[in-house]
């Protein structure tokens, strides 16, 4: 795995034993180092890497190397989409390196576990590991107060990613699936920072010290001497930061506690990190081959309506990509009507180009046949470049054959609290076939004598408005459990005897109306989402919260204690702020009031999944001890999850009791949620068409 491009001497590393002490040198020094951990009150620590950096877990995350014509870059922080984070499982890792505070004096520790590396270690490198695990987990502790975990870190999942890889690599390793002992200061950062100079989604190190640590304790840097090599110049600012962790842990866990957020953080927000690079070093097994015969047969289809739509045209050069080809083919060759100015925005455009944008093409949908074709063409084109022609770029090892793609999952990045995902979004993969035979997900598979598992909970969302709003109709509607749920909505907005009587269309209003209350969307976009005027819509709303005034109270009350308090809770009391709730101008404040009842609704659900999956991992994790492989969680799609394991129906069966008792019995109790939750288990050898209903 190492390879020579990096030679280390003992030249590189001049003057190292001023800075560092070698833990491994020989067996006692290891254990006096564990001592000396288990001693100290918080121990901060970060992986080094064997790259021609010696790059740490502090690089930054927007850092970017290679250029897009290059081979697959080596560099594992590069942002590109070659390069997938769980990168870091695979390549070398230099040594792990720990800062701890004893009797006022901070001493700071390298683990050397690069064997090119030229220090004298005749600890083991069993032991050495070993070592490591105990300190970062703090598993000499055992009866450890969870609101003090000891082990520091900037990232959990970086610095994590070569623990799990080792543990998960061999006879009697197991890698760890939940642990509640790392402080990460990124995503306590996250936690308590309303929104301020720290940048929304990075976190970058440095912008976290500016903002709670203050540059003036930043140390000037004059303890190398000028020619000191790049990797005692990284690991001399590895040392200098690991120390502003220490300092970083004090403020930021004050500011937890100030704020009421230990729970979440300790609890949920802790574990579910750590978790994330247990799933982020599985990875989901993938055939390039099946994503390439889609490919073949979607190029076919978007040839033959290209070819369709040329017929109508009289210019034998038509092409169908140049929008003004197609203004000029409908509006003047075939006379369809021009559009009025877009009904739904006031923007006015000030070339004389008709647009031919999605919207315009809907306006006119039924003015010709063309029409429908060229909106199938956008859609499916759409989809290629999306789904289908990005996805084998994120593959690792060979073509052909089953090889894995490892996507990286973020807690940082929505405000709402719901994790992310990217490299790809496998959250934003479509649900459905685009046609027969092409869905991108079924290129997602089980491996040999393996299957997929999925369990999903069943209308979340609606089913915390229910919780919340405590509206007698609505939670009576979850009570009568085997209606279809948007028809008896229907039926108490119309006020029909009988479900047979609610029609398709009046169904479609009530779905989209609760979805708009769910996810903050106002009259105007449901307007546009059912192609009705704005005034019919607000009529719409209208009619529902007559139905069920439970839901325009609560959500007066979820307005009115955001603007009191400029932010909204969470289930958990995880916290949103809406720093345009007070704003003076009407629509940012009705926009931030929208979002305030879209914020405790899906950041309860997000809080409700993660729960879950903190439950459903415990659980694997005494699975896996009992001396059983467990089945591995591989994908969070929203409200969804989604497992591998063998193919039997023992483990199946195993399995789906496990996830029904943590998701439907055990998240209920905790939460105290007042709605029944239903999950639907399904099992496939792909993640797509493959996937049916698992009935016992
Ligand atoms: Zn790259």
């Not at 590393?13 to 180092?33: D, Q, R, Y």
């Not at 978007?302 to 169908?320: E, L, M, R």
């Not at 919780?467 to 109709?473: E, I, L």
Request: proline letters at 4%; aromatic letters at 8%; one cysteine or more.
């Amino acid at each position: 795995m190492k390879s020579s491009l990096f030679p280390y001497s003992k030249a590189t590393f001049h003057g190292i034993e001023n800075h560092v002490l070698n833990a491994a040198a020989n067996p006692e020094s290891l254990s006096e180092f564990l001592t000396i951990c288990a001693s100290s009150s918080a121990v901060a620590f970060t992986a080094i890497f064997s790259d021609d950096y010696f790059s740490t877990a502090f690089v930054p995350v927007t850092a970017k190397f290679c250029t897009p014509k290059g081979d697959r870059c080596t560099r594992w922080w590069c942002t590109c989409n070659k390069q997938s984070r769980s990168s870091l499982a695979r390549i070398q890792v230099a040594a792990y390196l720990f800062t701890c505070e004893t009797g006022g004096k901070l001493s700071t520790f390298m683990v050397p576990i690069d064997p090119d590396l030229p220090f004298e270690c005749s600890a083991t490198l069993e032991d050495r590991w070993d070592a490591i695990r105990k300190v970062i987990l703090s598993s000499d502790v055992p009866d450890l107060d969870p609101r003090k975990p000891k082990a520091v870190t900037f990232s959990t999942i970086r610095s994590i990613l070569p623990l799990h890889s080792y543990f998960s690599g061999g006879a009697g390793r197991q890698r760890q699936l939940i642990s509640q002992s790392i402080f990460d200061i990124q995503l306590a950062s996250f936690l308590v920072v309303p929104n301020t100079a720290v940048d929304e989604g990075t976190y970058e190190f440095d912008e976290i010290w500016e903002h709670f640590g203050g540059v003036d304790e930043r140390k000037e840097k004059t303890g190398l001497p000028l020619d000191a090599s790049d990797e005692m110049r990284s690991l001399d600012e590895a040392i200098d930061n690991l120390r502003l962790c220490l300092a970083l842990r004090s403020t930021l866990s004050l500011k937890l506690k100030e704020q009421n957020l230990e729970d979440s953080f300790y609890q949920l927000e802790s574990p579910i990190a750590f978790l994330l690079a247990s799933i982020e070093c599985s990875g989901i097994g993938f055939l390039p081959t099946r994503l390439t015969n889609m490919e073949t047969r979607l190029d076919e289809k978007i040839g033959s309506i290209a070819a369709i739509v040329q017929g109508f045209s009289s210019d034998p050069d038509f092409n169908i990509r140049s929008p003004r080809q197609i203004a000029k083919l409908l509006f003047t060759d075939l006379n369809i009507p021009k559009p009025a100015s877009n009904p739904y925005t006031s923007q006015k455009k000030k070339t004389d180009q008709i647009s031919t944008g999605v919207e315009v093409l809907l306006s006119v949908k039924g003015a010709h046949e063309v029409v429908p074709l060229l909106l199938e063409y956008r859609k499916l084109n759409k989809v290629k470049t999306t789904y289908i022609s990005s996805l084998t770029s994120f593959c690792v090892g060979g073509a052909g054959d089953m090889t894995k793609i490892y996507p990286v999952w973020h807690t940082l990045r929505t405000r709402t609290g719901r994790l992310s995902c990217s490299k790809p979004n496998m959250q934003n993969i479509p649900n459905k076939a685009i046609f027969e035979g092409v869905h991108p997900r079924d290129a997602f598979v089980a491996g040999k004598s393996e299957t997929l598992f999925s369990v999903d909970y069943r209308q979340i969302e609606i089913r915390i408005l229910a919780h919340f709003t405590q509206d007698h109709a609505l939670m009576k509607l979850f009570r009568d459990s085997e209606n279809d749920i948007y028809k008896s909505m229907s039926m108490r907005i119309t006020g029909k005897k009988s479900i047979s009587d609610v029609t398709g269309n009046e169904r479609a209003i009530a779905k989209q109306v609760v979805l708009a209350v769910v996810y903050g969307m106002g009259a105007p976009q449901v307007a546009k989402k059912l192609g009705v005027e704005i005034s019919a819509a607000a009529t719409f709303f209208n009619n529902f919260f007559a139905g069920f005034p439970g839901v325009r109270r609560w959500m007066q009350s979820v307005k009115r204690f955001a603007v009191n308090n400029g932010y909204i809770l969470t289930i958990t009391g995880r916290r949103r702020w809406l720093p345009d709730i007070r704003s003076e101008n009407r629509e940012k404040s009705a926009r931030a009031g929208r979002q305030a009842v879209n914020s405790v609704i899906q950041g309860s659900s997000a809080d409700l999944v993660k729960l879950a999956m903190i439950k459903v991992a415990s659980n694997l994790e005494m699975w896996n001890n009992s001396g059983e492989k467990a089945p591995e969680l591989l994908l969070q799609i929203h409200d969804e999850l989604v497992f591998s394991l063998p193919e039997t129906r023992v483990h199946v069966e195993r399995l789906k009791k496990l996830v029904e008792r943590c998701l439907c019995l055990e998240v209920v109790r905790d939460l105290r949620i007042q709605v029944a939750l239903l999950v639907t288990c399904k099992v496939g050898k792909s993640f797509g068409d493959a996937m049916v209903d698992y009935i016992e």
